[in-house]
């Protein structure tokens, strides 16, 4: 798991400030993320699992860069209060083959002459540079994609030509792509992707199951806790055995495509067609196209009505907002027998439990997504109650 207390020379020297719960041991931090928790949702006859932990460093699948200093120096990491880089490319929390990989795409920034983008200058935004971020996701097997945010693709040509150069210094780079975010202001990326190599997927395979990731999906944060999120979530609804599942907020298949199983009918509802179109390569790949559909859609539109009345399980798992009055009325209209609810925010997790007013908590538990930090992921299992 880690060492108990994780030491970081940014922290110290106030450079970073992002993990707020650094130099808190790794016990304590649990400790106090499962008590506020219960705080917040705990009810009667609630049964919670022991969490589930993570490795304090080392966990991250992601890294988001922000890219400034000068193309011969550039700095990848955040930037400070008077908007200068923090180099912060050996980051304890990003997964070691992503540490790895960081200097090397600090050299493509050098090589292609990447000018980074500066966020304070007074100039017009057509001369403040190129390069914004850099985003980089490793996959279980140890493949990467990398995506490099520029404000024009201007640079396009630049990044083709040493893109020979980078597959070779770095030959688990699967994904190369452009993102286009030509706006000055805090987005950290674009709608437009110009993809750079044969592959445009990230293969992650969890297990049994392969997720193909594409560049503007979603996936979580921590690939070991995921497993477990999803392993869980396998377990308990095979004690339900439900025969029509409905999986909304479904991102590129997680839920959906592990609940899969013989004379079972899925569903999944999301709103990012690139998402839909990753779950339905997944779908294909595996084999059960008879047994899951995915459709773009609104989770939270009430056209979806018909589809949660006809469910025996409804699947949620929505951003940290919630699912809002709106939706968990609809959902108290559904007569589904069962909700599973995977929340990234348990206040938004309390509020929704309370609109929920026909279903009682039965079983919960921690996952323990996000190591330094007082965020986690919780999953629990809603029962509906029956009218005596």
């Known amino acids: 798991m880690g060492p108990a207390v994780l030491d970081c020379a940014h922290f110290t020297a106030g450079e970073c400030r992002s993990c707020t719960w650094l130099g808190q041991p790794y016990d304590d931090q649990l400790a106090a993320k499962l008590d506020a928790t219960r705080a917040l949702v705990d009810a009667p006859g609630l049964v919670w699992l022991p969490p589930v932990t993570s490795p304090?460093?080392?966990?991250?699948?992601?890294?988001?860069?922000?890219?400034?200093?000068?193309?011969?120096?550039?700095?990848?990491?955040?930037?400070?209060p008077g908007g200068a880089g923090v180099d912060l490319r050996d980051c304890a929390l990003h997964e070691p083959v992503i540490v790895e990989a960081l200097p090397v795409l600090a050299e493509l920034v050098r090589r292609a002459d990447l000018t980074p983008y500066d966020v304070g200058s007074a100039a017009p935004v057509s001369q403040r540079g190129e390069l914004k971020h850099l985003l980089v996701t490793a996959s279980p097997d140890g493949e990467?994609?990398?995506?490099?945010?520029?404000?024009?693709?201007?640079?396009?040509?630049?990044?083709?030509k040493h893109l020979p150069w980078l597959l070779g210094v770095l030959p688990g780079l699967r994904v190369v792509t452009i993102n286009v975010q030509p706006e000055h202001r805090a987005v950290l990326e674009g709608e437009r992707e110009v993809v750079l190599t044969e592959a445009d997927t990230l293969p992650m395979r969890l297990g049994a199951v392969t997720l193909h990731l594409r560049p503007l999906s979603f996936f979580q944060t921590n690939t070991?806790?995921?497993?477990?999120?999803?392993?869980?979530?396998?377990?308990?609804?095979?004690?339900?055995?439900?025969?029509?599942?409905?999986?909304l907020y479904c991102g590129v298949g997680g839920f959906a495509l592990h609940l899969a199983a013989p004379g079972r009918q899925v569903t999944g509802i999301e709103i990012s067609a690139d998402a839909i179109a990753s779950a339905q390569r997944s779908r294909d790949e595996a084999g059960l196209a008879g047994q899951v559909d995915f459709a773009v859609g609104d989770a939270t539109a009430p056209e979806h009505a018909a589809l949660l009345a006809g469910a025996d399980l409804v699947v949620v798992n929505p951003p940290r907002r919630g699912l809002g009055h709106d939706l968990s009325r609809r959902l108290e209209e559904s007569g589904a027998a069962y909700v599973l609810y995977s929340s990234c925010n348990p206040e938004t997790l309390a509020r929704d439990l309370a609109d929920l007013a026909s279903y009682r908590p039965v079983r919960g538990r921690l996952l323990d997504m996000f190591p330094q930090t007082p965020h986690a992921e919780v999953l629990v299992l809603l029962e509906r109650q029956r009218s005596e």
């Open 56 to 80: 304090a460093s080392g966990f991250r699948n992601k890294a988001k860069m922000v890219v400034a200093g000068t193309a011969s120096a550039p700095t990848l990491g955040i930037l400070d």
């Open 144 to 160: 990467l994609m990398v995506r490099l945010v520029v404000r024009s693709t201007a640079v396009e040509a630049r990044v083709r």
């Open 224 to 247: 070991a806790v995921a497993a477990a999120l999803y392993a869980e979530a396998v377990a308990w609804v095979a004690d339900l055995a439900p025969a029509r599942v409905v999986d």
